[in-house]
């Protein structure tokens, strides 16, 4: 039985932004609609333009900057999935 994940989906978001001189970029993101979010990491220029100029792989940005996130994330996925089907199965 295929069970949509994005009905119980994690909140994700993640952006990236410079300094006030545009020489130093960072990433940034968030889980779970946390207000303070997770330690912005340095990336380079040209890093931050291409996630700029394709924002629809955020999950792919999570992976390679927040993998222990990631982690916990895919985890709790997975656990309200089995719990999904688990009481489908009643």
């Known amino acids: 039985m295929e069970i949509d994940v994005q009905s119980f989906d994690i909140p994700r978001m993640v952006s990236v932004y410079p300094d006030r001189s545009g020489i130093r970029w960072w990433?940034?993101?968030?889980?779970?609609?946390?207000?303070?979010?997770?330690?912005?990491?340095?990336?380079?220029?040209?890093?931050?333009?291409?996630?700029?100029?394709?924002?629809?792989?955020?999950?792919?940005?999570l992976e390679e900057y927040y993998p222990k996130q990631m982690e916990v994330y895919h985890s709790a996925i997975e656990q309200t999935r089995e719990q999904i089907l688990n009481q489908l199965n009643l």
């Open 27 to 61: 990433i940034k993101a968030w889980f779970n609609n946390n207000e303070r979010g997770e330690a912005a990491i340095e990336i380079e220029r040209q890093v931050a333009i291409r996630f700029i100029n394709d924002n629809s792989e955020k999950d792919e940005w």
